[in-house]
T-cell receptor
């Protein structure tokens, strides 16, 4: 079993829909990262969080340490949000362990 | 304001050839990383560096070597390329271990 599991693997939605992507992990962590990878490859860091909730524009990330679970939400989704969203966790000062990503497609 | 720059962006190698991938960052970050990304798998750490002159193995180091002679540059070398090294390679940097990463745009390597 991977230390980091994301669901769903693929998600297709209509423009304007509220999107939720989930990340579950099996070990104690010091921080969790959400990353975005657009077609063509570039990877951008969206959030780093260790508790609670963070918001940036239409993106919201939450984490529940007790349940070892994080969610990434996108409000009022737009075709430009189409990308692969990757969850990664850090244990203490160790390096990041990455999930396999969720491929999101927003249809106009 | 370049951030992390990887060169080259694409490369095709024949089995047994060697090459070096260059990663350069202009943010004065201490930590630098090389990852490979393969279909259906998460990013996997090849080697990393915690400062100028230091290198360490990640989870998939075999067949690769690295050097960090200058703080801003982290080189990844393939001495004798194999088809199993066909992948997309990403470099990343961070100011400390407990900070967000800045990624390069990737190098798509095909070994035939």
């Amino acid at each position: 079993k991977n230390e980091v599991e994301q669901s769903p693997q693929n998600l297709t939605a209509q423009e304007g829909e509220f999107i939720t992507i989930n990340c579950s992990y099996s070990v104690g962590i010091s921080a969790l990262h959400w990353l975005q990878q657009h077609p063509g490859g570039g990877i951008v860091s969206l959030f780093m969080l260790s508790s609670g909730k963070k918001k940036h524009g239409r993106l919201i990330a939450t984490i529940n340490i007790q349940e070892k679970h994080s969610s990434l939400h996108i409000t009022a989704s737009h075709p430009r949000d189409s990308a692969v969203y990757i969850c990664a966790v850090r244990k203490g000062n160790e390096k990041l362990t990455f999930g396999t990503g969720t491929r999101l497609t927003i249809i106009p | 304001n370049a951030g992390v720059t990887q060169t080259p962006k694409f490369r095709v190698l024949k089995t047994g050839q060697s090459m070096t991938l260059l990663c350069a960052q202009d943010m004065n970050h201490e930590y630098m990383y090389w990852y490979r990304q393969d279909p259906g798998m998460g990013l996997r750490l090849i080697h990393y560096s915690v400062g100028e002159g230091t290198t360490a193995k990640g989870e998939v180091p075999d067949g690769y070597n690295v050097s960090r002679l200058k703080k801003q540059n982290f080189l990844l070398g393939l001495e004798s390329a194999a088809p199993s090294q066909t992948s997309v390679y990403f470099c990343a940097s961070s100011p400390t271990a407990n900070y967000g990463y800045t990624f390069g745009s990737g190098t798509r390597l095909t070994v035939v």
